[in-house]
Nanobody, 123 residues
């Protein structure tokens, strides 16, 4: 059973940066596509970024392009989300997700999810 544990959330001023981390255990990390979703207060969960599309490279939501970078370290079973130039609209709970198929991951129907880490951006 794959387990995902996020960390790195917190309170940050607008314009600041945060680096979220997701530790994966219980499975063969390298076979999974990895992604991040977020749920803003009162809104639906939305895709933020995913990594390991064989044809396109990392995929980002339009709202975060140019400000966010997803990366993974297969040696450490970790995936990261570097977020820069944060705005109050980035506030929400950020979830790490894993799936063996990239389309499923990006659709938000990944097999595995973490509990989330909360990000609050203060204006």
């Amino acid at each position: 059973q794959v387990q995902l544990v996020e960390s790195g959330g917190g309170l940050v001023q607008a314009g600041g940066s945060l680096r979220l981390s997701c530790a994966c255990s219980g499975g063969t990390f390298s076979v999974y596509h990895m992604g991040w979703f977020r749920r803003a207060p009162g809104k639906e969960r939305e895709h933020v970024a995913s990594v390991d599309d064989p044809d396109k490279g990392p995929v980002y939501a339009d709202s975060v392009k140019g400000r966010v970078t997803i990366s993974r370290d297969n040696a450490k079973n970790m995936v990261y989300l570097q977020m820069d130039d944060l705005t109050p609209e980035d506030t929400g709970v950020y979830y790490c997700t894993a799936d063996r198929t990239f389309p499923s991951l990006v659709r938000g129907t990944g097999d595995y999810w973490g509990q989330g880490t909360k990000v609050t951006v203060d204006s």
